[in-house]
């Protein structure tokens, strides 16, 4: 299994609302990794996990809380998000941190915040 | 801010042409990477580059890391309809990784 899946793939909230993205890999990757994505933007680095651990935030806010219940699920849960939070978010894995290697991208979750 | 930038932004080519993007970072990099990503879709990992002056060749494409770990290109030969999509370089510095800029493809039939 080379794949990465994301859950939902469409998500509309409101911005009282409180909802989690969910991402699954099985490839045995012990690195994973949110990114958020705006249109024709390049994707931008939001937390890394190695072995199950928060190893990066890239400063992001808190009303974004990620979880890692195991090596192969990663959650992104959200609360009192912004309209300007509107993005797809993007969950990927690599077979190891630091070096970053070889990322596999799920097609990710398109958010909507009104 | 963004400390990997990508040239041209956009660039439309007839079928058949080559086309390079350029890759430029402020900071040396301990590895390169570049990734295709088609219109509405996710990224998808093409090759890293990791040593100086690496020239790396998958079919029609080239890809080239330079000599002081600052700077890239992919050249694409002889372009096809398939090559459509926004290819972005992502380069590493210690523990920061960032995505370049990215270069919009369009190939016209």
């Known amino acids: 299994d080379t794949e990465v899946t994301q859950t939902p793939k469409h998500l509309v909230m409101g911005m009282t609302n409180k909802k989690s993205l969910k991402c699954e890999q099985h490839?045995?990757?012990?690195?994973m990794y949110w990114y958020k994505q705006k249109a024709k933007k390049p994707p931008e680095l939001m937390f890394v996990?190695?072995?199950?651990?928060?190893?990066i935030n890239e400063s992001v806010p808190s009303r974004f809380s990620p979880e890692c219940p195991n090596s192969s699920l990663l959650n992104l849960h959200l609360h009192a998000l912004q309209p300007e939070d509107s993005a797809l978010y993007l969950c990927?894995?690599?077979?190891?941190?630091?070096?970053?290697?070889?990322?596999?991208f799920g097609p990710g979750t398109r958010l909507t915040v009104l | 801010g963004q400390q990997v930038m990508q040239i041209p932004q956009y660039q439309h080519v007839q079928e058949g042409e080559d086309f390079t993007t350029y890759c430029n970072s402020s900071?040396?990099?301990?590895?390169i990477q570049w990734y295709k990503q088609r219109p509405g879709g996710h990224p998808v990992f093409l090759i890293q580059l990791v040593k100086s002056g690496e020239v790396k060749k998958q079919k029609r494409l080239t890809f080239q890391f330079g000599e002081a770990k600052k700077n890239s290109s992919l050249h694409i030969t002889a372009t096809q309809t398939t090559d459509v999509g926004t290819y972005f370089c992502a380069g590493q510095a210690g523990n920061q990784f960032y995505f370049g800029t990215g270069t919009s493809l369009t190939v016209i039939p």
């Open positions: 900071t040396t990099l301990s590895n």
């Open positions: 990927a894995s690599s077979r190891r941190d630091p070096s970053y290697n070889e990322q596999f």
């Open positions: 996990y190695s072995y199950e651990k928060l190893s």
């Open positions: 490839m045995g990757h012990r690195a």
